[in-house]
């Protein structure tokens, strides 16, 4: 079964600094890779997505991933952190017929 | 994008009491939606999976006869916490899944369940 690793709890960065979460997978087969924000006492709101194609692949407010297939990651980045992007990012892996596993999360800080 | 709403989005109640939380897909079917509950500062956890049209699949751990799940239209799923008690304090969200090949997940707004 597919599953996710997200290294570092929690992430923070200088305004204006470059975002790097970190994120891993482990699946049998070729996998669809998720990042999902949530804000403060709302729900998980779709960032990117990775399913076929393209292995850059870039999403809402700047952010972009890359799928690596040979380092298993799905690393989500940001040239340059805004104080709006504080939120907690969950990357999530889905495969056909099977479904979506979520990591643990990783809470972003954006300090001034 | 689909959009999922989720009602109430805050309630507060007495122990002992039960509570109903709607999830609704708004644009499009879901034959398959998710609860799952949330601690402060902590990952999702997954109870249930919600079938439309048959009896929902459990996470192991979770209690079937105090969160009664029904899914009864292909647009509405809904989660009941019967005799709510101050540990069922959670925030609560659905998920519909869109039919895809990708098994994407669109999640509702959450609930915020304190129990008194």
Redesign the interface.
């Known amino acids: 079964a597919q599953s996710v690793t997200q290294l570092g709890s929690h992430v923070s960065v200088s305004e204006g600094a470059l975002v790097l979460l970190r994120c891993n997978y482990s699946s049998s087969v070729p996998p669809?890779l998720?990042w999902?924000v949530q804000y403060p006492?709302?729900?998980?709101?779709?960032l990117l997505?990775y399913?076929t194609g393209a292995t850059l692949v870039k999403g809402i407010n700047g952010f972009e991933a890359e799928f690596k297939k040979s380092e298993t990651s799905f690393h989500l980045t940001k040239p340059s952190a805004h104080m709006s992007d504080a939120a907690e990012y969950?990357c999530a892996v889905?495969?056909?017929?099977?479904?979506?596993r979520?990591?643990?999360?990783t809470?972003l800080t954006v300090k001034p | 994008g689909a959009v999922v709403s989720q009602h109430p989005s805050r309630v507060i109640c007495k122990s002992g009491t039960s509570v109903k939380i709607e999830c609704r897909s708004l644009d499009f079917q879901a034959t398959t939606m998710f609860w799952y509950r949330q601690f402060p500062k902590q990952s999702l956890m997954l109870m249930a999976t919600s079938n439309e049209g048959s009896k929902a699949t459990y996470e192991q751990g979770v209690e079937k006869d105090k969160f009664l799940i029904n899914h009864a239209s292909l647009t509405l799923s809904t989660l009941t916490v019967t005799s709510a008690h101050p540990e069922d304090s959670s925030f609560y969200i659905c998920s519909a899944r869109v039919v895809s090949p990708y098994n994407e997940q669109f999640f509702g707004p959450g609930t915020r369940l304190t129990v008194l």
């Open positions: 669809y998720f999902y006492n709302q729900g998980l709101q779709l997505k399913t969950f889905s495969e056909r017929n099977n479904d979506m979520f990591g643990a999360g809470r």
